[in-house]
């Protein structure tokens, strides 16, 4: 499974974003499917995870209420929805897939596929 992030960028604090996870290879279809997030100089920390079929999703505290993920298996993607960014959310933001069968709660070391990553930056 090859992932590719996009929709990254510079917003003022306030704003929104929409990042897209684009996944070839294989059909998403029956994998877990999350987002990650990496600071300068930090690492990397659990945004938010979506079971195979969408009826599942799980948050880290700091972005809940503020950003939902959600998945299309017809297009083959992944999205995370972000409102209300501060400051503290800036990092580059990465897409997994983790295999079949496994729990919807997990860390980055649960994940079997990563993406490349997109920069998001939060201006105050």
């Known amino acids: 499974v090859q992932l590719v992030e996009s929709g990254g960028g510079t917003v003022q604090a306030g704003g929104s974003l929409r990042l897209s996870c684009a996944a070839s290879g294989r059909p998403l279809s029956s994998y877990i499917m999350g987002w990650f997030r990496q600071a300068p100089g930090e690492e990397r920390d659990f945004v938010a995870t979506?079971?195979?079929?969408?009826?599942?999703?799980y948050y880290a505290d700091s972005v809940k209420g503020r950003f939902t993920i959600s998945r299309d298996d017809a297009k083959n993607a992944v999205y995370l929805e972000m409102n209300n960014l501060i400051p503290e959310d800036t990092a580059v933001y990465y897409c997994a897939a983790r295999f079949p069968g496994h729990e919807v709660k997990v860390t980055a070391s649960d994940m079997n596929y990563w993406g490349q990553g997109t920069q998001v930056t939060v201006s105050s």
């Open positions: 979506i079971s195979w079929n969408g009826g599942t999703t």
